[in-house]
């Protein structure tokens, strides 16, 4: 055990293990309320990314837009995605403030500033069809913010993505028919005419990783290039309205 706190947001907590996913080395993780796992880095070789949807995320980007330059990105962590995204113009928001300096003291974060902020509302000041990308990794004890999954945000994220632009989120639920996963991507598909769903493979009612995506044109995946993430295909679920469209 490195650090912990509770933070206005979060239970915080550092550790270092020598086990990890039933994978052996030398491993230092951020972890969330509820054992929710946010961040990891191999300290054997820094540079490699060591969970799997941050590395689907990235195929699915250059897969379906090889010259893609401007993303926002919501949620922070260790700050794996800033910093493999440093070469291009990104923009990320963190909620909560000492997330960003757990990355720069126990992770070495030194990539792209981070604004401290609500991201939904810092990305509603953006200026419009500008981004190729906008990708959700917000968590709370309870999950995605609801803010980020009701259909008055999909609203604001597709005035901000160019014709060609994507939203992406990765969000958490129980395998197989999940009812709040499965009204997530409803409402994402009501906004977007291509939308396709994919999570790594569980056991039963177990807690599952899945990436949602929504976009204007089809969405293309390389399945060998995906991580061990497999396409599922939910179940219409019902519509979450926000509060401006309720």
Request: aromatic share 10%; charged share 20%.
């Amino acid at each position: 055990m490195l650090y912990r706190n509770k933070s206005e947001q979060h239970e915080l907590t550092v550790y270092e293990t020598g086990k990890l996913y039933e994978e052996k080395g030398h491993f230092r993780v951020l972890q969330f309320s509820d054992e929710a796992v946010q961040g990891v880095m191999d300290l054997e070789e820094p540079s490699r990314i060591v969970l799997e949807y941050p590395r689907a995320m990235l195929h699915l980007m250059e897969r379906n837009n090889p010259d893609y330059n401007c993303v926002f990105l919501v949620g922070h962590g260790i700050g794996t995605l800033s910093s493999h995204l440093s070469d291009r113009q990104i923009k990320v928001a963190e909620l909560d403030e000492e997330v960003v300096e757990i990355s720069q003291h126990f992770f070495g974060y030194d990539g792209p500033s981070v604004f401290v902020g609500d991201g939904r509302a810092l990305l509603e000041r953006e200026k419009n069809g500008i981004y190729d990308y906008i990708v959700i990794d917000a968590f709370t004890a309870k999950g995605t913010p609801e803010q980020f999954t009701n259909s008055s945000f999909f609203n604001v994220v597709k005035q901000k993505l160019h014709t060609g632009g994507a939203v992406m989120l990765n969000v958490f639920g129980r395998s197989g028919n999940d009812y709040l996963v499965n009204a997530i991507f409803t409402t994402l598909s009501k906004a977007f005419p291509y939308t396709r769903a994919f999570a790594l493979p569980a056991e039963p009612n177990e807690i599952q990783n899945r990436i949602l995506v929504g976009s204007l044109h089809p969405i293309d995946a390389q399945v060998k290039q995906m991580a061990g993430f497999i396409e599922q295909f939910l179940e219409e679920g019902y519509i979450i309205h926000g509060a401006v469209d309720a």
